[in-house]
């Protein structure tokens, strides 16, 4: 089970980070990654990290203001987020992907591939 916390208001041009802890069960061997949802629109991907945390992913709009970590001895990956921007306002998921082969440098990125999905926590940037 995923766990996301960390949510919530803050103006343009703030900080955040939103967190994801597993409980029952461990996901050193997935790609983690985070997606967010608007209203009305479909999830999109974030940002992704591969099992051994070589490879890293981001959306071009995130790109130098986002970053994604994991801490595995805590089971919890992490996005911090700078500068924020109010189209940045959304439900942001966790979410892991069992890779394909055992690679440990899949990232994953599309909705479809993803097994596990915390519940989302929401983050609003006010202008």
């Known amino acids: 089970q995923l766990q996301a916390s960390g949510g919530g208001l803050v103006q343009a041009g703030g900080s955040m980070r939103v967190s994801c802890a597993a409980s029952?069960?461990?996901?050193?061997?997935?790609?983690m990654a985070w997606l967010r949802q608007t209203p009305g629109k479909e999830r999109e991907f974030v940002a992704a990290m591969s099992s051994d945390g070589g490879s890293i992913r981001y959306t071009d709009s995130v790109q130098g203001r986002f970053t994604i970590s994991r801490d595995d001895a805590k089971n919890t990956i992490y996005l911090q987020m700078r500068n924020l921007k109010p189209e940045d306002t959304a439900v942001y998921f966790c979410?892991?992907?069992?890779?394909?082969?055992?690679?440990?440098?899949?990232?994953?990125?599309?909705?479809?591939?993803?097994?596990?999905w915390g519940q989302g926590t929401q983050v609003t940037v006010s202008s």
């Open positions: 979410a892991a992907a069992r890779p394909p082969f055992g690679s440990r440098r899949y990232v994953p990125t599309t909705p479809g591939a993803f097994e596990s």
């Open positions: 029952g069960r461990t996901y050193l061997t997935y790609g």
